[in-house]
T-cell receptor, first 114, second 117 residues
């Protein structure tokens, strides 16, 4: 089944403790992206990757890192989480931005930082 | 800075009624997407609109794009309870000529639709 898989689904952590949210897709998609969803703000783009080893900042990249060493994986790293990073996070992928294809979203990761 | 604004943000309507959700954006683009999110769930793609005047229909939903007005609409015909969800529009900002598509995709705040029996 074609899907975008995020783990974990729920995560509670403390300020400053490094964490990684994994994202994997099995559709051979070139493009992947991370979003955070907060009430009243819609989805805001954190980072995106047009292809392997090609990443770039979205609108809210501060406090986050990403890497794209393989086509299928696009982990989101919070080196020193803070309470303002408490949010619902979505990973998404699409075939390629060149084809204007829609995004396929993962099921989300709800992160709480205390 | 590209802004994408939806209105209304919340819509409560009776079954059988018609209504329209508006998505305004602040920069040149001819690529706009509509997504649906059910409570506690992920987002799923509804429509991809790729040119001025594009119109797409699926069941009771119809989406259109007017790039000159920088406006997309999502029209709901004879609403049913199953359409209750949050609807997002997303805009792919225009890249400089010759540079290909950007990787950015800017979402509106979302419109929560509640259809009452």
């Amino acid at each position: 089944e074609a899907q975008v898989t995020q783990n974990p689904r729920y995560l509670i952590t403390v300020t400053g403790k490094k964490l990684t949210v994994t994202c994997s897709q099995n559709m051979n998609h070139e493009y992947m992206s991370w979003y955070r969803q907060d009430p009243g703000l819609g989805l805001r783009q954190i980072y995106y990757s047009m292809n392997v080893e090609v990443t770039d900042k979205g609108d809210v990249p501060e406090g986050y890192k990403v890497s794209r060493k393989e086509k299928r994986n696009f982990p989101l790293i919070l080196e020193s989480p803070s309470p303002n990073q408490t949010s619902l996070y979505f990973c998404a992928s699409s075939l390629s931005r060149s084809y204007n294809s829609p995004l396929h979203f993962g099921n989300g990761t709800r992160l709480t930082v205390t | 800075e590209l802004k994408v604004e939806q209105n209304p943000l919340f819509l409560s309507m009776q079954e059988g009624k018609n209504y329209t959700i508006y998505c305004n954006y602040s920069t040149t683009s001819d690529r706009l997407y509509w997504y649906r999110q059910d409570p506690g769930k992920s987002l799923e793609s509804l429509f991809v609109l790729l040119s001025n005047g594009a119109v797409k229909q699926e069941g009771r939903l119809m989406a259109s794009l007017d790039t000159k007005a920088r406006l997309s609409t999502l029209h709901i015909t004879a609403a049913v309870h199953d359409l209750s969800a949050t609807y997002f529009c997303a805009v792919d900002p225009w890249a400089p000529v010759g540079s290909g598509n950007t990787g950015k995709l800017i979402f509106g705040q979302g419109t929560t639709l509640q259809v009452k029996p």
